[in-house]
Every structure is written in C-alpha cells, then in structure tokens.
C-alpha cells in the first residue's frame, strides 16, 4: 500500500522482480520486517502483480522472459510514481544514462546495502509527495488570503485545518530533509520537473 502525506502511515510496497527464486526470497525476506513485499521471477509475473501500490521496484537487469530494461520502461510508462532501481550483476555503463531509474546496485549485495538504498527510496518519495501537498496547499492559502479578510479567516475551520496541515508538512519536510545528500535533491528535482513541466500544482 502506497504511503503518503494524505494515507497516513500505511505501509509501503516493494515488489522485487529476479529471475533467482533462492536470491529473490531472500531479498524478500531481509526487506518484509519494514515493508510489504510482492517477489516475481519472471518479468510477466511481475507485470502481473503491479499496480498502484507498488512503491518501489527491485529489477534485475538480465530475465529469461524480457529484459530488464524493457520492464523498467513499461513501470516509467504505467506507474510513474513507482521508484526503481536495478539490482543486477551487469555492471553499469553509459546507457544507463537514459533509463527511467533511480538507483542501480550492483551483486552481490548484503542485507544493510540493500536495506539502505530502499530507505532512500522510500524517503526520497515521501519528501517528494510532501512538498507536491504543501505547494499546492500553500497555493491555496495565498488565494484565500488575498479573498477572505482577516477575522473570516480567523472564524472559519477550514482555513484552521489548512494552516495545521501545512504545518505538519513543514515539519515533515524539515524531519526527511536532514537524511539526504546532494544526489537525493538532484533526483527529487529531476520528477518533479518531469512531472509537472514546471509550475502546475495546484492549478
């Protein structure tokens, strides 16, 4: 189940997608103690329990049915919203520069390694779904600011949940910001002007 600022502390989903059964339920079971995991072996399995709620993906790169690559393109296409990372023996080259991904690590792996990289993932996406609600509820303050007076502000309960609620997020932001490196912003930066060709939020 997809977490974000508006659900609360549901808990977020990783679906790991290698060809390896042994190596896939063990990547399964170092992440299950923090997140709800969905294991495929195949790439048409894969596709097959992807939806919405799939926060992130771990792909390898090298499948017996599609490659990897091809399965991150169709996740980019369909789940924009999904971050990915490849989990792969095939050590990376320029052509990863133009793949939709977000992390790429390479095997063998150990459960803090992976463990780690899955974290900032998942803290990357909620620092970003906080800053797309607070643009867009800060947006909406400066209209009612500039409609309403003062004491109709004052006097309604609205805007009083909308300033608790921008608050909250604030802080929230203020909380994930400290965890990131100049690579977590420069990725945040990169969807979010992907997303949204600019400044729409809100509208």
């Not at 097959?48 to 169709?74: C, H, N, T, Y």
Request: hydrophobic share 35%; charged share 35%.
């Amino acid at each position: 189940m997809s977490t974000s600022p508006e659900s609360g502390d549901s808990q977020t989903t990783v679906l790991v997608l290698e060809d390896e059964e042994g190596l896939a339920d063990l990547y399964s079971v170092w992440l299950s103690d923090e997140y709800s995991v969905r294991t495929a072996y195949t790439a048409a399995e894969a596709r097959d329990k992807f939806d919405q709620d799939v926060d992130i993906a771990l792909i390898d790169r090298r499948l017996p049915d599609e490659s990897g690559d091809a399965v991150l393109d169709w996740i980019s296409r369909n789940y924009p919203e999904c971050r990915q990372a490849m989990v792969t023996a095939v050590n990376p080259d320029l052509d990863i520069v133009e793949m939709p991904l977000d992390d790429y690590l390479v095997k063998p792996i150990q459960k803090d390694e992976l463990l780690e990289r899955v974290r900032r993932l998942d803290n990357q996406r909620n620092y970003e779904g906080a800053v797309r609600e607070l643009y867009a509820l800060t947006r909406k303050r400066v209209h009612l600011e500039s409609e309403l007076s003062e004491s109709e502000r004052s006097s309604s309960e609205e805007f009083a949940r909308l300033e608790t609620r921008i608050e909250e997020l604030e802080q929230t932001a203020a909380e994930v910001n400290g965890k990131f490196d100049d690579r977590d912003f420069a990725e945040i930066v990169r969807r979010l002007g992907d997303d949204t060709g600019g400044d729409s939020y809100g509208e």
